[in-house]
């Protein structure tokens, strides 16, 4: 499969004749090709990069790992290799995705069992889950993110939010964009307290792709946090 879905005899023969050889990932050598995340000696994520250095560095950012492993991949072969690899393997942190054809999946089997009887003790970092034990191991990880985000807001304090409003003067409205970076949190944690009905946010249009604020809303979770730390003196 390529990675617009279609299969072709001649993308098939590349990619059956590909004979892929790991490296660990260093900052000064850039190039096309296929990842894996690892943490505690298990790939918990397979990803494709035209520039593999920089992809994982983004990632640093919102995933937890300990390194990082990579094969260079022709990039009209990146999906080819990165579906299979995922779907064989199906790290916790990957969407699961539904197989093609009997077919597919035994070709997907094939190289990548190919692959790790190659790469010898490199191979035991590519630890193969049930489809059952990944399903729960996702949803401990949707728990986990979710408490993650809850607790980035928690040191969120109302000079916090004075500072915001008085770097941007008088304005009414602000991107969620725009105040996750000012306080140095993800866009995700703000979200989460707008769909818990503690923030509310808007949109200016449905086509608009940017999430609102309201300064109103801002000043009232100041003065809740004022409040709450008043409780918390007389108490």
């Known amino acids: ?17 590909l004979s892929l050889v790991p490296q660990e990932v260093v900052i000064y050598r850039t190039f096309t090709g296929v990842y894996f995340l690892i943490r505690d000696n298990e790939v918990v994520y397979c990803g494709q990069a035209l520039n593999v250095v920089r992809r994982i560095g983004e990632h640093a950012v919102r995933k937890v790992f300990d390194r990082a492993l990579a094969v260079e991949v022709p990039e009209e072969l990146l999906g080819m290799v990165e579906f299979a690899f995922s779907r064989v393997i199906r790290p916790v942190l990957n969407v699961e995705m539904p197989v093609i054809s009997r077919l597919a999946a035994e070709w997907e089997e094939a190289f990548v069992s190919r692959h790790l009887e190659a790469w010898g003790e490199i191979a035991a970092v590519f630890v193969r889950r049930p489809a059952a034990e990944m399903l729960q191991q996702k949803r401990v990880n949707a728990v986990e993110q979710s408490l993650g985000r809850q607790r980035m807001l928690e040191g969120i304090t109302a000079k916090d939010i004075d500072a ?3 770097e941007y003067g008088q304005r009414l409205l602000f991107r969620v964009r725009e105040v996750a970076k ?8 703000i979200m989460l307290r707008a769909k818990n009905g503690a923030l509310p946010t808007y949109k200016l249009s ?22 709450n730390e008043m409780v918390q003196i007389v108490s």
Not at 1 to 17: D, E, H, K, L, N
Not at 206 to 226: T, V
Request: hydrophobic share 40%.
């Open 206 to 227: 449905e086509r608009s792709p940017h999430h609102m604020i309201k300064r109103e809303d801002l000043e009232r979770w100041a003065q809740d946090l004022r409040a």
């Open 182 to 189: 000012f306080w140095g949190v993800e866009q995700d944690a």
């Open 1 to 17: 499969m390529t990675q617009t879905g279609t299969y072709t005899p001649a993308i098939m023969r590349r990619f059956r004749a």
């Open 164 to 166: 915001l409003l008085a």
